[in-house]
């Protein structure tokens, strides 16, 4: 008589064996691709807040150094898209000029190249939140950087 060969089974196995890895992936990428996401989106808002921060400084420093109101405005434009173009993103933000200590959704002023003029610059800009089309987001995020300007007080105007 020929013995049979017993299929050895450890105890508390069953047929499942396998599937923990498959159940892992699937919770993984249910859990991962929702934060990767929150990560890129919070990312593209930092980053154009800091580019408005910055574009706000270099406005506000361009325009207390020169020697002209109109040369004044030039240079104001071109240190904000500088300013974005640094940090990668296209010029599509707006310049104001409010009162020192005021905010940025103030009534806007026309600054001063006199001696001693205070004044802030708000540079603001609207995120696109990456991945969601424009119909779909009801309220845009808008980032704002400001600058207070404090003309020199022995500035020589001509």
């Given at each position: 008589?020929?013995?049979?060969p ?39 808002v ?66 001063q ?46």
């Amino acid at each position: 008589m020929t013995a049979v060969p017993r299929v050895l089974r450890r105890e508390g196995s069953s047929s499942d064996e396998g599937n923990a890895i498959i159940e892992f992936v699937f919770v993984a990428v249910i859990v991962m691709l929702p934060l990767v996401y929150l990560i890129v989106a919070v990312s593209a808002v930092q980053n154009s807040r800091l580019a408005v921060t910055q574009a706000a400084r270099e406005a506000g420093r361009a325009f207390a150094t020169s020697d002209t109101a109109q040369d004044a405005a030039v240079r104001t434009r071109a240190a904000v898209r500088i300013a974005l173009a640094d940090q990668g993103l296209p010029d599509d933000a707006t310049v104001r000029f409010v009162a020192a200590g005021a905010e940025c959704d103030g009534g806007a002023i026309e600054p001063q190249l006199r001696p001693g003029a205070r004044f802030t610059v708000c540079v603001s800009r609207q995120v696109d939140v990456p991945a969601v089309p424009s119909m779909l987001q009801s309220h845009a995020i808008t980032t704002v950087g400001r600058y207070v300007v404090h003309v020199d007080d022995f500035r020589a105007v001509p």
